[in-house]
């Protein structure tokens, strides 16, 4: 029996420092998300394919955990068909709504021309129609809102009109409701949070892109001016509501880091440190991308190094008391919103988006991303290339359906592969730290 398994091409392992002569092995399944500790000798037995003398209760944790695996199976035609098979599976939904294409901020990064539209009355009423109808239609038990723009806050009155109207109709149909907002953080004010609270958004991702010097030269007003003092009083002002309150709430600093401001880092979270800030919010690191082809990744540190860092930086909060996610990537059946046609993004002149960076971005105002119009008769198309995306990855047209990471990466971002970027995530280059910082603090709780 044993000689009919062999060991999975979905495997990275992580070796435990020990000084001990016979060491232990940490195995990461990307087939389940898992993790397998077993000594070294085993771990050979495994990669020489010598498994007859393996115990039959550890054989089958190990084909449990997809770490051994039938000889004659194809692995990725069995991830893919697995990932149908999720993708068929309806239970919750997420929109996005972008309510306004404007923007105080001129960030140089920003692929959005930005202007002074906002959704009108009407325009409120086609989304709320539009997302009733498909959670109707599909039998959906679950709503999830991501408010984001331009700036959504510019738009505070059609956030308060839709979530009044999104969460009276789940309350009436018995469906779960919650959202979240991507903002600047200018307009953050205590009393707009407590509003929001009250829609029922709970995560607020706010960037900073390092401490005052270096984000008041990145993202700067319209006018010139720095925004880092009104941006970080809204931060402590609000996470002091938060905490104070009970409102169970979380926030998000986002950095966008290059070569300019890396050295900002650690700069920031020491700051955030002094406020005593680092243990009531979390931190999320992302190099900068190409938007809309404006090339504003050139500046960019290199992957594997960016990859380094990243777990320096998740090492210095921990070590500050501060949140830290060191959970390990899980099984995704697809990239993100592009693979579920019922997914769907609004801008604030009805047109419907498969991709939230795609809304006021000039070379995608046209027909191969445009969906359709919600204030228009014509028929919602939906076989564009992001749509498609997945569809063709199955059939080769991309690196990733042959990469081990592959089931839990999905491809990442359809976007940036379509656009010529490695859309690669940071945890393939620093999985097997990860691996080993997860299972260090799994061992301290």
Sequence with gaps: MNKEFRISDYIVKSEIPSNYKEKDIIIFSTRTGNIVTIKEELFRKITNNDIENIEKQTLKSLYEHKIIIPKDEIEKQTIIEENRELEKIKTGISFVIQPTGNCQLGCFYCGQSHTNIKMSDITVGKVYDRITDIIRREG??????????GEPLLALNSIE????KLITFCQENGISYNADIITNGVLLKKDTFRKLIDYK????????????????????????????DIIMKNIVECVEENVSNNLNSSFNIRLNIDKENVVAVDELIDYFHSLNLVDKVNFSFSPIFDWGGNKANTNNIDIRDFSEKEIDWILKIHDLGGHIDVSLPSRKHAPCMVANKDYEVFDAFGNIFPCYELPYTKIYQNEDYIE?????????????????????????????????????????????????????????????DKILLYYYLKKLK
């Design 372 to 432: 359709g119009n919600l204030r228009t008769n014509k028929t919602i198309i939906k076989t564009g290339k992001l749509r498609e995306f997945v569809k063709n990855l199955e059939k080769g047209e991309n690196i990733c359906i042959d990469c081990k990471f592959f089931p839990v990466c999905a491809s990442s971002c359809p976007k940036s592969w379509l656009a010529g970027d490695i859309a690669c995530p940071t945890f393939k280059f620093n999985i097997e």
């Design 161 to 164: 009109i839709l979530s009044r």
């Design 201 to 228: 958004v709970r995560l607020f991702q706010i960037t900073l892109d390092g401490t005052k010097y270096f984000h008041d030269n990145r993202r700067v007003t319209k006018g010139g001016k720095g925004s880092f």
């Design 140 to 149: 959906y038990e679950s709503l999830f809102i991501t408010w984001y723009g």
